[in-house]
């Protein structure tokens, strides 16, 4: 597979110089610079999120990545919102909006987790607690703050911020140390929307037929 054309933008000076220290300074410079071709945006804040969006929009990137503000790890800026979910390894989190009801969110996360993670039976929890977190494949709550604080502490401050529901792919680290995640989380939801995409573009063809279809059948 190609490399993962990402479009980098910073809310700060400070968000330049960590994802200068990550491409140029860190152990893992070499494997980033294998399965990502960065484009990174001078202008800082909203300016350079609508730069880079613009760039996704022209088929120019494949996906974005916004570095917040130095101590400001918030979730992804509402105009890159869809609905937001938090990913650690097999842990995920999202928040649901009351711009449209439960079910149709919840059916939403259903083909997320289907097309982009490669989970062919989803189950969906309504209700946020710990146990949850771990026994389903997502858990879909309103209850931000406890639940962001209960993300934060199983995840030791790792974790990426992903916005689902739409067809771009935004990420956002949690932490500064999770920058790295972002890429790599991006580069395979890329990845598993194009398998699931082409396997439902060229079903296979039915071995068998009804007689009664046959056209041959008198």
């Known amino acids: 597979m190609s490399p993962l054309k990402i479009g980098i933008t910073h809310s700060d000076d400070w968000g330049k110089a960590l994802v200068k220290s990550v491409f140029e300074d860190s152990d893992e410079k070499d494997m980033l610079s294998d399965i990502c071709s960065p484009t990174f945006y001078d202008a800082l804040g909203e300016d350079g999120i609508n730069a880079a969006l613009h760039d996704w929009e022209e088929g120019i990137t494949d996906a974005i990545l916004v570095v917040p503000a130095e101590g400001d790890w918030r979730l992804n800026p509402a105009s890159l919102r869809g609905i937001d979910m938090l990913v650690w390894g097999d842990i995920r989190l999202a928040f649901a ?14 083909y997320t987790l289907r097309r982009e993670f490669n989970i062919e039976k989803p189950r969906v929890a309504a209700a946020f607690d710990i146990d949850n977190l771990s026994a389903y494949d997502v858990v879909l709550t309103k209850d931000k703050n406890e639940a962001i604080h209960t993300f934060l ?3 030791q401050g790792h974790g990426v911020v992903y916005t689902t529901g739409r067809e771009l792919i935004a990420t956002s680290p949690v932490t500064p140390e999770s920058l790295n995640q972002c890429i790599y989380l991006a580069k395979d939801i890329l990845a598993a929307r194009k398998h699931y995409d082409v396997a439902r573009s060229n079903p296979l063809p039915k071995l068998f037929h009804d007689r009664r279809e046959d056209p041959r059948r008198s």
């Not at 909006?97 to 259903?110: A, F, H, K, L, S």
């Open 97 to 110: 909006t009351d711009e449209c009801g439960m079910e149709e969110q919840i059916d939403d996360i259903v």
């Open 153 to 155: 502490e199983l995840s």
